[in-house]
């Protein structure tokens, strides 16, 4: 596989921005379990190699186990695996990373918005948002994991 630019050396300032994002959410009240999720769903959904290994290996750090993650792809079909909270954040996700499939339903929105504050909603919007961004600059420069 060919070499590709390192956009973070090439525009600091642009990747600065990016991180910038991250370290807002940091600070949002998404725990670390919702955020990991997000973060390997829309990575699996988008096949970001890169993304998926780092954010399984924060996932382990973090006290996700090894069912969780292996079954996060299928996870409609595993009924008890996953909490609500956490099937309505999965469901937001696929829908917003794969927006051109006729973006978020009225049915995912409302199920999300009825467990989560508006607030938390819009925190959990950006954190789908930068992990879509971030699998974009990885697998355009094809980014290889460590």
Known sequence: MEKRINVGQLEPAAYKALMGLESYLATTTINKTHKELIK?????????A??????????????ETEQRIYLL????EVHDLYTEE????????????????????????QKVKSLFDENQLAQIMIAIITINAWNRMAIATHLQPA
């Open 40 to 48: 390997i769903r829309a990575s699996q959904i988008n096949g970001c």
């Open 50 to 63: 890169f993304c998926i290994n780092m954010h399984t290996t924060d996932a382990r750090k973090n006290g």
């Open 73 to 76: 792809n299928a996870w409609r």
């Open 86 to 109: 956490e099937r309505a954040i999965l469901a937001l996700t696929e829908e917003m990373t794969l927006i051109a499939n006729g973006g978020v339903s009225d049915e995912t929105y």
